[in-house]
């Protein structure tokens, strides 16, 4: 039979009750298997849902904070001395009249912190967190206190994070290194931790306990005492209060300035941002230097270049803002986004030596330096 385009060729038009049937019992069978899925779906199985103990990790042993030295203990074998180091030694040591801890010391590395944290973990790791090790402890009326450990690793991260956390008009404490009280709530930070006391009402009572538990945990934190790096760098004189920050990277949001100490400072009646950059080598000084050219070329500034003492000293004119950087041997100084020209002199020939130099400052006003 010979086929035209258009005809669809042979149809069968006859189906056998055979056929039938097999159709049939195919569709009640899918059905069948619909229906007894969704009963399963509607019945709990405590075996899908319930936990297996053996499915658990075994807890994690303790980390030793990176600036602890361990000393073995007398009393104890080598082995026990050393696991019994660190912050969970320090919490689980932690000791005050009428409270007890409520379960376990939980443990966090930074890989794990937003399991803890979630929503701030970010914040933590940009400050390169270690680990964090917390504890919550309880009374008979039923309060309760929550003791966070970060282990920053240095004392300058510990210094960075709780900067960044700090409630400039909280009253300040003598606690650690620094520190300050918010409702019964204490913050410090020490060594190379930064701890949180959060408690769970403001009255005094809570505040005494919760100030008891920072003071045990205070003696114990190791500190060697010695200045932080940098710290000491940024002047004192005309600092605002809680101004003080330091930024591992991507300091006042640039990346090409790391290890950076800042602080705001009214000078003058202007308030004017100082920035210290810390670097290892004179070339990673070179990079910074760069990346601010590069920084000001794509502000299209007019830029100033001169070479001052072993360093190199920018002036950058953006269009009525003005950038002043200079550079030591290890260090990048520089104060931004200033609307005074003069005070922009002013700063970069006195201020930013002093900070690269570590001299004190003998301060000469703007309007006297066009005398």
């Not at 689980?92 to 890989?111: K, P």
């Not at 991260?157 to 956390?165: N, T």
């Not at 769970?200 to 306990?209: I, L, N, Q």
């Not at 090409?256 to 100082?274: H, K, M, N, P, S």
Request: charged letters at 15%; glycine letters at 10%.
């Amino acid at each position: 039979m010979t086929l035209h385009a258009g005809n669809r060729g042979f149809v069968r038009t006859h189906i056998s009750s055979f056929e039938r049937g097999i159709s049939i019992a195919l569709v009640l069978s899918l059905g069948a298997i619909g229906t007894a899925i969704y009963l399963s779906g509607q019945t709990y199985d405590e075996s899908l849902f319930g936990l297996d103990p053996a499915a658990l990790a075994a807890p994690a042993a303790g980390r030793t904070p990176a600036n602890t030295i361990v000393i073995p203990s007398p009393t104890t074998t080598a082995t026990a001395a050393t696991a019994l180091q660190g912050p969970i030694s320090w919490l689980n040591q932690l000791r005050v009249s009428g409270w007890e801890r409520m379960g376990e010391i939980e443990s966090f590395d930074a890989a794990d912190l937003y399991v803890k944290i979630n929503g701030r973990a970010e914040q933590y790791l940009a400050y390169d967190v270690v680990g964090l090790d917390c504890a919550s402890f309880t009374d008979a009326s039923g309060n309760f206190v929550d003791v966070f450990l970060y282990e920053m690793g240095t004392p300058a991260r510990a210094f960075g994070i709780y900067a960044v956390e700090l409630d400039p008009a909280a009253p300040s404490v003598k606690l650690g290194r620094g520190g300050y009280q918010s409702g019964a709530s204490f913050f410090f930070w020490q060594g190379g931790f930064y701890v949180q006391i959060l408690a769970s009402t403001a009255d005094e009572a809570m505040a005494r306990s919760a100030q008891q538990m920072a003071a045990g945990l205070t003696a114990r934190i190791p500190d060697h005492g010695k200045p932080v790096p940098g710290m000491d760098s940024l002047p004192r004189e005309g600092r605002i209060p809680g101004s003080l920050q330091y930024m591992v990277r991507d300091g006042l949001s640039l990346p090409f300035l790391t290890e950076t100490w800042t602080a705001d400072y009214l000078i003058d009646g202007q308030q004017v941002t100082l920035f210290l950059s810390l670097q290892p080598s004179a070339q990673a000084v070179d990079n910074v230097v760069e990346g601010y050219r590069g920084y000001l070329g794509d502000f299209d500034a007019q830029i100033s270049e001169t070479t001052q003492g072993d360093g190199i000293a920018l002036f950058g004119d953006m269009d009525g803002y003005y950038d002043v950087v200079l550079s030591g041997a290890t260090s990048v100084a520089g104060a931004v986004l200033l609307e005074d020209p003069d005070l922009a002199r002013m700063i970069a020939a006195q201020w930013l030596p002093s900070m690269i130099h570590g001299r004190t400052i003998d301060v000469i006003s703007s309007g006297e330096m066009d005398e």
